[in-house]
């Protein structure tokens, strides 16, 4: 955000409306439409009135001006700008404002041909409106109260005979419409679960009942694709807006139909906030913002389009000093603090790289050797050969393929032990030997042959039908949960239930076979396209967004989406695994949820993700080199200590996120810390957490933590809200305490090494924390040498339990 | 967490608490101090047309599936190989019949209510299980399953938990004495997974896992223990945000629950005079809901005490007679006087049922199978109209003659009469609104 601008003459502007005063007289203004058509009785046209204060900013105007019209008696239009008819004819709206004076042409001409309302084009969106088709109501599954409606007008000639037909024609009574049941219950003058739902002189009633009055006919070839009525785009004004705290903007919502007319829709759609904490949007489209800064998206839906409005919220009076760029990604990040007034912390102390880096990376604490050696190194880049030779560990690997394994849904239980370490082999061996990741994305598409052997077949042995196949490849590497259009059209995205059940017509082909020599084998050869579930039609296999593609009778159809995945050109894969990595490393996703990448969903820095994609194409999918590149980044290296402009920042990386420490890292990171490796039942000595690929092995522990049981694709599955159980286990638990007192711990060890009280507060603060302790702490632990005296070993153990407890030690920072 | 408050959308509102008041104060909340369950109580109570009566539930879960018709639904009239050994007896409520083997619960009969025609269409045990516990079908086939089952729809228990939050130094969902197979938090999260008591409090050296300092033993060093921690604490105050805030929250509340002598006690089944425990029975079941009724004193909202062993396929009737049946009513009569004695019944909804009735026709193996299409369940306290039978089951016990009730009928009924909104709607990972109860209706003949 420009906040302190070139041009004096803006800043005055800024200033102006910083303070609300709206005395703006000198300004130009402009408001629109430039024609206002009002073709039906229920049409109502949203005016905007507003003034642009600089490139990027505007002001809205619209509750703030006088309106009036040349000629009473046609139109109406009220405080908030929208104008309805009242009667056929000409007449001019007559906006004031400061003195000035503009004028809109506005044409009533909705009774002079009384064109009937069309169910499909003018019902649907009334009952979508009013609420009545949601999940929560009559569009869940079994419906509500014997009314059924399908779920967002997705079925709408199921939908009309609910209401036409079932009930024996109560619902919807032509020879007194107000009579209809829908009526009654929508504005319930009878009781109605749902409660009110529109007034009896809204437009929702007024469309409802002039449909019924009129026969509540079902109109022809409703859901013909080719309706000219058919809408196909939406046009939403403002796309985006920068509003200071109490600010407010009204969009104006308009749908062009295929025969290229414009209606105003801005009354009919419904709209949500992303963050409601920042920016609230009401049923007519106007945005309220609260005085938290940051960004927050407004989505508008109407009938199966979606369209968004950003919300920029900018902290005044920061003036932002760019720190040095490692490398471009800072440029990105800094350039959007800049533009939302977040300065950027200060660079991480080495001790709080170090433990960051280790536990990001190879999912392991560093060792009090590893710390004391990376702190006294006096290379300027030594961040950089850290990084280097993490990458190399082979921690690096078994971090990354237990985290794969948890994505894959390795179930042991469901796929064999067998095949789970086989699947586990596998993805070692990918991070291990650095296999592109396109070429990891096009191995587990097209997987076959025998689970138990080395390979990612046993990926498939949990997903079943092809389209579950389907889903959870595109959820996992397109980043696009389709899952919601196996029903009805996805809520919030373009793509449809034919996408979805086309895209499941790749994994048509695939079956188990006994081979000899070769035991039980996953094949995939040939298969069929499937149908459309409501209309029956055959849909040809295609990937989202794609055109299909002819395929012989024979091919393994999963290649032609696995070429299809891996062209650079793809828009999805290399985004898609940018931000898991990013993520991952950061603390969230650029795009949250992660695997939930559409338009409607935008990154907080579409520059960044962008420019991250390309490099990515451009390493060819090396992941250690893009890792590399994260790791270096200043942003990656940010302190998480905040200052006074900060503070609030949760999604655009001014400071180091917090991140929770997962069961397995955090397990392991107990064992090194006191020095005792903890025995799983019935794992020979020496393994680690991370190594374990049984995920149904009993653990007090790991259930308590929270390890994934596998169940789904979803990253969202571990779930990382910390428990009272974790902090009573932390404090408590027996398990922990025969680590702290082991005979072969560290406490003991520490003990009869003892030399002086700072060389043992040393050795235990880089053990758990990776850093030296500061006087303050010093002076803190004292009391445990005072009170213990000589008994050094009682020391060491009350410390070490201390330090283990303390939330630095549980959580990555 | 928060955050979740915060985007909750509510189509209907309600004269105590608007969106727009509960938006403020959430977003107020993050500053002030204001909790999370503080405000959904808040959004709960503005949603009810009456105060609610019952604060906490304690559910007594007869897994394996009670047989109905030899406890609660005696039929004398059918023949013996349906009707089974037991006698019908006459309850002091004049009118109501129950079978021999409830000598204790007979004689109280005014103080719960009998809801006979439950009935439902999963004749599986962990999918009835889930059923039951989460309103909602389960995905997965019946037999083997990871505990918690419930993998994405949340158990009643964790709704409770995220409704009402905690009202008391001890957490606000417990199992006992093992985690409930269908009791897990599904997509609402670990943070209302319920706090397990692994551990048989009818043993002598009962303990609730992870309460009680296992270090150093003297509670010089312990104080020496906690004073380092507190002094950690003060000195990373400045740095807790995000997970280490959410993690130092709990923390708080792990102190206050092994430090606070009130919760302490909740715990300390030892300390309760002999002639109590006499009255529950020294039996799992007996001593569980003893727990059950201190930990709610405490201010536990939901108390899930799984009671396995009824699945009795074969031979039932000694094992019937002899352990089930008899431990069942010792419990059950005991808690229900208990908590009268104390006044706590009526803020205390208690429920006793298992996933399923048995079926009608004794088998050729002198037992019963499984029948979801009838089952009893036992109701009290929570504002709950005693001494009522409701509904009925046919001439052998084999389904519902009057409405049946759902498990939605049920879930709707539970949640209502303790204050939660059953329209509320959560929003999972994709998205979705789900509501808390998907359908059902209130089950008027009870208040």
Known sequence: MHLLPKNPVNFALLLACCCGSGQLAFAEWQAGPSQIELPHPESSQQVLVGTQLSDERSLDLTRRVEFSFTEPGVASINDRGLIKPLADGNTELRIRYEGQEKTLPVRVTAWQETDSLSFYHDIIPVLSKAGCNSGGCHGKAEGQKGFKL????????????????????????????????????????????????????????????????????????????????????????????????????????????????????????????????????????????????????????????????????????????????????????????????????????????????????????????????????????????????????????????????????????????????????????????????????????????NPQMEGPVSFYSTLGEPDIAARSISQLLLGVRIECAQCHHHPSEKWSQADYWALAGFFTGMKNKTVPGFGNVLLSQGGKDLEHPRTGETLAARALGAESVAMSGTEDRRRVLADWMVRHDNPFLAKTVVNRLWAHYLGRGLVEPIDDMRETNPATNEPLLEALTQHMIELNFDLKAFTRTLLQSRTYQLSPTTNTSNASDMQNFSHALQKTISAEVLLDAICQATGVPEEFNGWPAGYRAIQIWDNRMPSYFFRVFGRPIRATVCECERSDQPSMSQALHLLNAPEISQKITHRHGRARRLARQYETPDKMLDELYLCTLSRFPKQKERDLMSAAFTQHQDDHRAVAEDILWALLNSKEFAVNH | MLKLSLDQKRRRHCDGISRRLALRVGAGGLISGLTLPRILELQAKAALPTAPKAKSCIFLFLEGGPPHQDMWDPKPDAPSEYSGPFKAISTNVPGTFVTDQLPLCSQMADKYTIVRSHSHNDNGHTTGYHLLMTGHKAAFADGDNPVPNNAYYPSLGSIVSRSLGSRGPVPPYINLPHPMAAGGPGFYGAQHAPFVIDADPSQPDFEVRDLFPSGPGSSKRQSLRNQLLSGIDQLERARNHGPAEVLSKYYERAYSLITSPNAKRAFDIQSEPDDVREMYGHTQLGQCALLARRLVESGCRFVGVDAPGWDVHFNCFPSLRTDLIPYADRAFSGLITDLERRGLLDETLVVMMGEMGRTPKINAGAGRDHWSMAQTIILAGGGVQPGRVIGATDEHATRPVTRPISVDDLLRTITTLMGIDPEKQYYDPLGRPIPIVGGGDFIEELV
């Open chain 1, 150 to 449: 399908s779920i967002f007008g997705s079925d709408p000639k199921a939908d009309y005979e609910a209401i036409a037909r079932e009930a024996v024609g109560r619902r919807v009574w032509p020879v007194a419409p107000e009579q209809s049941l829908v009526l009654l219950k929508g504005t319930a003058r009878i009781p109605h679960g749902g409660g009110k739902r529109f007034g009896p002189d809204s437009e929702l009633w007024q469309k409802l009942h002039r449909w019924i009055g009129s026969g509540a006919k079902l109109d022809k070839n409703a859901d013909s694709p080719s309706s000219p009525r058919e809408t196909v785009r939406l046009i939403l004004e403002p796309e985006q807006v920068i509003l200071d705290g109490g600010g407010s903007q009204q969009l104006q919502l308009t749908a062009i139909d295929r025969a290229g007319q414009r209606h105003c829709v801005t009354t009919m759609a419904s709209f949500e906030s992303n963050m409601e904490s920042m920016a609230r949007v009401d049923g007519r489209g106007l945005i309220e913002s609260s005085d938290l800064h940051g960004e927050a998206l407004i989505l508008a839906r109407y009938m199966n389009n979606v369209t968004v409005c950003r919300v920029t919220l900018p902290q005044p009076g920061i003036t932002v000093e760019r720190p040095v760029e490692h490398n471009f990604i800072d440029g990105h990040v800094w350039d959007k603090l800049e533009r939302l007034g977040f300065q950027p912390s200060a660079l991480a102390a080495d001790t709080t790289f170090l433990r960051r880096v280790f536990l990001d990376t190879i999912g392991t604490l560093p060792t009090s050797e590893e710390a004391r050696q990376f702190l006294a190194d006096p290379a300027v880049d030594k961040r950089s050969q850290l990084i280097n030779r993490l990458l190399e560990r082979g921690e690096y690997a078994e971090y990354w393929a237990m985290q794969w394994l948890n994505l894959l849904r390795a179930d042991q239980r469901k796929i064999g032990a067998q095949a789970t370490v086989a699947l586990q082999r596998w993805l070692r061996r990918q991070f291990r030997e650095n296999r592109p990741f396109d070429q990891i994305a096009h191995g587990l598409v097209t997987a076959q042959g």
